[in-house]
């Protein structure tokens, strides 16, 4: 039987965390959510309606809390997950929303191997170009994967089940797999496009003249290609530095393709490139 949440702690009030709790409010209304951030988020997000009550120190936001949701950058949930399993209590669920999780699961293996609170990575594929508990909307997570990553032989226990029971309520499709693949599918899906993006931006700046073109023509199809630019580097630095060698390999991928298109502007050889591309798009567009 799956398991309730009567209290929540959310670690980060942000983009993510307070989706998270908005979504909590929404559809566990008898769930208490206390948020932990610095000041200023929590009297935001207090603000919004996110969270019951806001804590300053880590011990009081976990403290009996029945699952504890962390959702901050991937260095600072490395750093806290040794704290975090000595605080939580011995029936607590743990999971994150880290982007990258080899690192995390690494670490959190060795910081829960002999509690009793367990920990569930996870990663939900959903998100905004901009950040923090402003942007939060608690229909974040409604129509998207959600990876959980396994772990033990608890997948399909009470506390999990009680995780994936909430996740149903949202919207969210639980995809389970292991760290290692998670990553290396997270390069080419959600690393590289960003990359890609903050790419594609740099080029089209320096390109800009003092007339500013070719800015000045630009039309909603350059816009939504530089969506994903609009994201702050504090937001990807941790998930680029450790996700490294899986976005070496992506981007060698691009740019042999690259190499490809170029080789071939001259000739109609570009056609299956288009075609191809067209049938991806098609399909991840009628998966929505």
């Known amino acids: 039987m799956a398991a309730s949440f009567r209290r929540v702690a959310i670690l980060g009030t942000g983009l ?39 804590a300053g120190d880590l011990s009081i936001a976990v403290a009996a809390a029945d699952l504890i949701y962390v959702a901050l950058p991937v260095g600072q949930t490395i750093e806290l997950l040794p704290e975090i399993a000595r605080l939580a209590s ?5 999971t994150d929303a880290s982007s990258t999780k080899r690192s995390v699961c690494a670490v959190a293996a060795q910081s829960f191997h002999e509690t009793g609170a367990h920990f569930l990575g996870g990663h939900p594929m959903a998100g905004k170009e901009i950040s923090g508990i402003a942007a939060a909307d608690a229909e974040l997570f409604r129509g998207s994967k959600y990876a959980l990553i396994k772990n033990s032989s608890e997948e399909k226990s009470a506390r999990n089940g009680g995780f994936l029971a909430f996740l149903e309520k949202l919207g969210a499709t639980p995809v389970w797999l292991d760290a290692e ?18 790419a594609l931006a740099g080029v089209v700046r320096e390109q800009t003249d003092e007339t500013g073109l070719p800015v000045a023509l630009a039309g909603r199809g350059l816009r939504d290609a530089l969506r994903l630019a609009g994201s702050p580097y504090s937001v990807w630095r941790d998930i680029i530095l450790t996700n490294s060698d899986n976005l070496e390999g992506a981007l060698d991928r691009i740019i042999q393709a690259l190499e490809h298109l170029r080789g071939n502007l001259r000739s109609r050889a570009l056609e299956e490139q288009f075609t191809a591309a067209g049938e991806l798009y098609k399909a991840l567009r009628d998966l929505q």
């Open 181 to 198: 693949s998670h990553d290396r599918a997270a390069a080419m899906v959600s690393h590289l496009p960003q990359l890609l993006a903050i």
């Open 90 to 94: 011995l029936e607590a669920l743990v």
């Open 16 to 54: 993510i965390g307070g989706s998270f709790a908005l979504a909590l409010r929404k559809y566990s209304p008898d769930t208490m959510v206390i948020g932990w951030d610095k000041g200023q988020v929590l009297r935001q997000a207090l603000e919004r309606g996110a969270i019951h009550e806001g």
